[in-house]
């Protein structure tokens, strides 16, 4: 039985390419992070969070979805990293950024 491995695409400002997307076992988008996905035609498995930012039309893409209250105590990573372990993934490769809110960069670093 081989490692499962999971590609988990946040939301926030992205990167311009995503060379290695095909390598994933398991996809999961957090909340926007579906938006990304499938502006570069990456096929999602599951978005995951409040859904406070997702697009109506990357939200009508979602294949499986869960959606979690906005008023929470842990970040739409938190989530898409507990899923990923959830479906026995050993590794995960994170999409997220730098720039933008440091809030936000901080709390995915930490997460991370």
Known sequence: MTDKHALIITGGPFPKDLEDSHKADLVIAADSGTDHANSFGILVDLTIGDFDSISEEGL?????????????????????????????????????????????????????
């Open 60 to 112: 009508a893409t979602a294949h499986q979805v869960e959606q979690h209250p906005e008023d929470k105590d842990v970040s739409d990573l938190e989530l898409a990293l507990g899923a990923a372990v959830n479906a026995s993934c050993k590794s995960a490769t994170i999409v997220t950024s730098s720039v933008g809110r440091l809030d936000h960069v901080l709390g995915n670093l930490l997460v991370a």
